[in-house]
């Protein structure tokens, strides 16, 4: 994606005598960066009735280079030493930005930033352990998750059933409401939520969630992007009172894992799954027309044709990338001992992709179509485990 589609921002914490502030300042994407110093004077034009005591850099943190500058990563501390913060460059977007911690009084380890919302909001909770805001999803004001509808309404789509699947698995309740292809970029805009994917083809996309805010008249937080939903779940409702998306702080695996996925199972079986849900008419009629009109452009071509091109290739090339995640996965060790999932006994958030790719196909064909019942003898019916093991996942349910 060029890099003028990005929208830099810097996320700035400092203590004052009023207390912490935080902000999210947005530059131009050609902005080259702003000095330690000019941050300083843009908090103190933000808060012109507080007094900054002090910012210091103590760049005790490493990040990837190719995203941004060491010299423009800082905590923010206070000239005691007390740390509130962190100013770090980043892009508009959830881009992972490794760090190392580092074993000292002033570090924070700060696996991914999460930068969709230029509200100091979405900042709560992420990057500043113990000052996560109070967020209580409950029955009566549960997390909406926002699903992609269709004629009858059940989960089909890949990306928005690993997010149901996290927040079954975490145990909170949440209601869905189901959005035509049509009405997604509307009704986020009308929301505020942010883009997932800021000036790509479809900016706008499904998952997003609102997780409601705890005070009176709070304004929710929405969350785009199933892998951003993920952390912002598992920083917002941690373990050990909410069951882990990530076992052992797994995350970096986790998403290793996820792109491996994405360029095996995932990207095997798309051709075929667009072309079923399009000439299966899976999708509401709003959405189908969009659906087919979009894909069949996007394609050059009908969908019937593209499922009949496809075809010849589910028992040779769609098998071998399966059998290229599934070799990856042997080397857990035997399947019966050590288990079926990305983390051998221990399911997490990396398996909840394979799942959403094995619904794409299951409601897409039906569950008496030949691919499906195919697909559960492939690899010593591992793919059959992960399905049952979801199975009994969905029975503990925590829709409202």
């Given amino acids: 994606m060029a890099e003028n589609s990005f929208t830099v921002l810097y996320f700035a914490a400092a203590r004052t005598e009023t207390g912490v502030h935080k902000e999210v300042i947005p530059l131009p994407p050609s902005s080259p960066g702003i000095p330690l110093s000019q941050l300083a004077d843009l908090l103190v034009d933000r808060h012109p009735d507080t007094k900054l005591r002090e910012v210091l850099d103590i760049s005790s943190w490493s990040v990837n280079e190719e995203m941004v500058d060491d010299d423009q990563a800082h905590h923010v501390v206070l000239k005691g030493g007390e740390e509130v ?10 881009l992972e930005i490794g760090s190392t911690p ?17 509200r100091p909001a979405m900042w709560d909770g992420v990057l500043v352990p113990g000052s996560r805001r109070n967020m209580a999803a409950t029955k009566d004001s549960p997390i909406i998750l926002y699903d992609l509808a269709s004629q009858n309404n059940t989960p089909w789509s890949p990306n928005t059933y690993k997010t149901r699947l996290a927040l079954i698995h975490k145990g909170l309740p949440f209601r869905v409401e189901y959005v035509s292809y049509p009405d997604i970029a509307p009704l986020m805009q009308k929301l505020g939520a942010a883009p997932a994917h800021p000036g790509g083809e479809f900016p706008y996309t499904v998952p997003v969630i609102a997780d409601p805010s705890s005070e009176p008249g709070g304004e929710p937080i929405y969350v785009p992007d199933s892998w951003a939903i993920s952390l912002y779940l598992e920083r917002t409702y941690p373990p050990p009172k909410y069951p882990s998306l990530f076992p052992h702080g797994a995350i970096a695996v986790n998403r290793a894992m996820s792109a491996t996925i994405g360029r095996t199972a995932y990207n095997a079986i798309a051709d075929t799954a667009i072309a079923l849900i399009g000439t299966n008419h899976i999708l509401d009629d709003r959405g189908h027309e969009y659906f087919m009109r979009t894909r069949e452009e996007g394609f050059g071509k009908p969908l019937v044709e593209l499922l009949k ?30 288990g079926p999932f990305v983390l051998g006994k221990e399911i997490s958030n990396a398996d909840f992709m394979i799942a959403g790719v094995l619904v794409w196909l299951r409601r897409a064909e039906g569950p008496e179509g030949h691919r499906w019942k195919e697909l559960f003898e492939w690899d010593g019916g591992r793919w059959a485990k992960i399905w049952q093991a979801i199975e009994e996942l969905e029975t503990k349910s925590t829709e409202v």
């Fill in 85 to 94: 913060g962190v100013i770090c460059p980043t892009l508009y977007l959830g």
């Fill in 102 to 118: 580092q074993r000292t009084p002033h570090s924070i380890f700060i696996s991914s930033l999460l930068c969709f919302d230029a």
């Fill in 309 to 338: 091109e496809e075809e010849p290739k589910w028992s040779t090339e769609i098998r071998e990338a399966w059998a290229t995640l599934g070799k990856l996965l042997d080397l857990n060790g035997p399947m019966d001992q050590v």
